[in-house]
C-alpha cells in the first residue's frame, strides 16, 4: 500500500522529474564562479610564460593554490552537469548512457589531475 | 492517438530543441553560444591542466608542455579559451537576471545577448592588456 498520492509525489518534481536540485546547484556553482573567475585569470594568466621554478613558485603561493584547487572542483562538477544537461537533448538510449559516463569521468580525471599537480606543488 | 491503429511504425517527430524548425534569432543564438563555449573551454582547461601537471612533474615534461602552451597553437587555445569564458561567465550573469524575473521582455533579451557578445569580445581584449 502507498501512503503517497501520485499527486504528492509529482509537486516540485516537474517535467525533468527531478525537480529543481539541478537548476539550483547551476545557479549556485556559477555565483561562485563568477567571484572567482576574474581573480584566477589574472593569477593563471600571469603565470604562463615563466620559466618552471616561476610557474611553481606562483602556484606555491597558499593563495593562489587554494583558488585554483577551487576553480577547478566547482568547474569540473558545473561542466559535468551542464554537459549532461546536452547529452540529454541530443543523445538516446545506450549513446545517452555511454555519453553521460563519459563527460563525469573526463571532468572528474581533469580535476583529480590537477588537484594532483597543485598538490605536488604546493606541499 | 495520433498513429493509425494496426499501424506498428512510429511518427517520426522532431526532437527537441527543433533546431531545425525555429528561425535564427538573437535570443536562441546567445543561447547555443552558451553552450558551445562551455564545452570549447574544455580545450583550454584540458592544456591549463597538462601544462600544471608538467611544471609539478619534471623539467623536462615542462619543457614540452610549455613550448605547446607558448606555441601558436597554445595561444590561440588560450586566448579563444580566454573569450569563451568572458561569454560563458556574461551568458551565465544574464540567466541570473533572468532567473530573477528581470530582463524577460523580447527587445530586453536581445540587447542582452548582443551585450553578452560584444562585452566577452570588451573583456577579452581587456584581459590580454592587463595580464
Redesign the interface.
Known amino acids: 500500500m502507498q501512503y503517497l498520492t501520485d499527486r504528492k509525489r509529482a509537486v516540485g518534481a516537474g517535467a525533468a522529474h527531478s525537480g529543481t536540485a539541478h537548476h539550483w546547484f547551476m545557479?549556485v556553482s556559477?555565483?561562485v564562479?563568477?567571484v572567482m573567475?576574474p581573480v584566477w585569470?589574472?593569477l593563471?594568466?600571469?603565470a604562463?610564460?615563466g620559466t618552471?621554478d616561476q610557474?611553481?613558485a606562483a602556484?606555491a603561493n597558499p593563495f593562489t593554490a587554494i583558488l585554483?584547487a577551487l576553480v577547478?572542483v566547482v568547474?569540473?562538477r558545473h561542466?559535468a552537469k551542464?554537459?549532461a544537461v546536452?547529452v540529454e537533448?541530443?543523445a538516446h538510449g545506450t549513446a545517452r548512457k555511454a555519453g553521460l559516463i563519459f563527460v563525469s569521468s573526463?571532468a572528474a580525471v581533469?580535476a583529480t589531475?590537477?588537484l594532483?599537480?597543485?598538490i605536488?606543488?604546493a606541499l | 492517438m495520433a498513429e493509425a491503429t494496426g499501424s506498428s511504425k512510429r511518427v517520426e517527430r522532431p526532437l527537441s530543441p527543433h533546431l531545425q524548425i525555429y528561425r535564427i534569432q538573437m535570443t536562441s543564438v546567445s543561447s547555443i553560444l552558451t553552450r558551445i563555449t562551455g564545452h570549447a573551454l574544455m580545450a583550454g582547461v584540458i592544456l591549463g591542466v597538462w601544462w600544471l601537471l608538467a611544471a609539478a612533474v619534471s623539467e623536462p615534461y615542462f619543457a614540452l608542455a610549455n613550448a605547446v602552451m607558448t606555441s601558436w597553437f597554445g595561444k590561440l587555445v588560450m586566448t579563444g579559451s580566454l573569450w569563451a569564458v568572458w561569454y560563458h561567465y556574461l551568458a551565465g550573469l544574464r540567466h541570473l537576471l533572468f532567473d530573477a524575473r528581470l530582463g524577460l521582455e523580447i527587445k530586453t533579451a536581445e540587447r542582452l545577448g548582443w551585450a553578452c557578445i560584444l562585452g566577452s569580445v570588451g573583456l577579452t581584449v581587456l584581459t590580454i592588456v592587463i595580464v
Do not use: E, K, N, P
Request: charged letters at 10%.
Open positions: 545557479t556559477s555565483v564562479l563568477a573567475l585569470l589574472y593563471f594568466g600571469a604562463i610564460g618552471r610557474v611553481v602556484f585554483t577547478l568547474s569540473m561542466f551542464g554537459s546536452m537533448d541530443y573526463l581533469i589531475t590537477g594532483y599537480a597543485l605536488r606543488i
